[in-house]
């Protein structure tokens, strides 16, 4: 156990429809990441949060969005849901603090969201 | 960009040792990781590399060579537990880009 909690488990869905995911860091880190892994993909890296301000972006659609508040939980709405958004999303967290190597920048994975648009 | 190699699939015997290789050319470097994800499951950290050399954890060993772009994570004594998929990911500029994975099966 990591110590990342990620609600739901499994989501179903239709197309057209807008999802959250929500995922609460380990205890301490401050920092959030979001990743989604299909069948035909790797870990593709989303978008970043450091103490409620994004701070890194990656390959994420105009359809997605995220936020982390103040007691930092995050959440990843996705909307205009399309088949291809089928997917594993895990969010991954870490201490994030002033770089200094292994112990601020390890990720630590929770369970991930199983994402099935029909 | 980020581009980072490792081999697709690889089969061992139980007790044996095998590596994996992973070369990378990106943009920036910070640091090297390698993950162990079953399948369906979340990846779990299994080493981090940020100077050349060795570093070494119970039956898990990890490599990196800076100038070359290369690293190996080394797993010895191979159980069946170990038959899963590993990453390796470069953290640069806050992001981690990972690999697409190499598929370990251990035999009996």
């Known amino acids: 156990d990591s110590g990342v909690t990620q609600t739901p488990k499994h989501l179903i869905t239709a197309t057209g429809q807008r999802v959250t995911l929500r995922c609460s860091p380990r205890?301490?880190?401050?920092?959030v990441y979001w990743y989604q892994q299909s069948l035909d993909q790797g870990l593709q890296f989303l978008i970043q949060?450091?103490?409620?301000?994004?701070?890194a972006k990656g390959n994420i659609l105009e359809r997605f969005s995220a936020q982390q508040f103040p007691d930092l939980h995050s959440e990843l709405n996705l909307s205009s849901l399309e088949l291809g958004d089928s997917a594993l999303y895990f969010c991954?967290?870490?201490?994030?603090?002033?770089?200094?190597?292994?112990?601020?920048?390890?990720?630590?994975f929770g369970p991930g969201t199983r994402l099935l648009v029909l | 960009g980020q581009n980072i190699d490792q081999p697709t699939e690889m089969t061992a015997t139980e007790g044996a040792i095998v590596q994996i290789n992973c070369t990378y050319q990106?943009?920036?470097?910070?640091?090297l990781f390698w993950y162990q994800q079953h399948a369906g499951e979340a990846p779990t950290f299994l080493s981090y590399?940020?100077?050349?050399g060795l570093e070494e954890k119970g039956r898990f060993s990890s490599f990196l060579s800076r100038s070359k772009g290369y690293s190996y994570l080394l797993l010895k004594e191979l159980q069946m537990k170990d038959s899963a998929s590993y990453l390796c990911?470069?953290?640069?500029?806050?992001?981690?880009?990972f690999g697409a994975g190499t598929t370990v099966t251990v035999r009996a």
């Open positions: 991954a967290s870490s201490d994030g603090r002033a770089s200094g190597g292994h112990s601020q920048e390890t990720q630590y």
């Open positions: 205890s301490g880190d401050l920092s």
């Open positions: 949060y450091y103490n409620g301000e994004e701070r």
């Open positions: 990106t943009s920036g470097f910070n640091g």
């Open positions: 590399n940020v100077l050349d």
């Open positions: 990911a470069v953290f640069n500029d806050y992001k981690l880009s």
